[in-house]
């Protein structure tokens, strides 16, 4: 059964960090370029940074460039998403994406306040 499946997330004070991961179950993960997304409520769903399937190139979208770190571990089928420096503005639902394979995780909630 295709699965992808992340954690991590939780309630955090802005300043801090958090350490998402996304394991995948059921599909070749090293042959899939990953993502992570984020949904805020009210929001269209935002591309936060992709990772090529060998991890030897990231993108990151500007509002996170600095902060974010996406990186692979294509042994353990898992992707991750560490998050420093958190902003109020930072808070949303966060979902990984499988490109080749076409299939979305179903989120962890990160919350950024005080």
């Known amino acids: 059964q295709v699965q992808l499946v992340e954690s991590g997330g939780g309630l955090v004070q802005p300043g801090g960090s958090l350490r998402l991961s996304c394991a995948a179950f059921?599909?070749?993960?090293?042959?899939?370029?990953m993502s992570w997304y984020r949904q805020a409520p009210g929001k269209e769903r935002e591309l936060v940074a992709t990772?090529?399937?060998?991890?030897?190139?990231?993108n990151y979208a500007n509002s996170v460039q600095g902060r974010f770190t996406i990186s692979r571990d294509n042994a353990r089928n898992t992707v991750y998403l560490q998050m420093n420096s958190l902003k109020p503005e930072d808070t949303a639902v966060y979902l990984c994406?499988?490109?080749?394979?076409?299939?979305w995780g179903q989120g962890t909630q990160v919350t950024v306040s005080s």
């Open positions: 059921g599909f070749p993960f090293s042959g899939n370029a």
């Open positions: 990772i090529t399937n060998s991890g030897g190139r990231t």
């Open positions: 994406y499988a490109h080749a394979a076409g299939f």
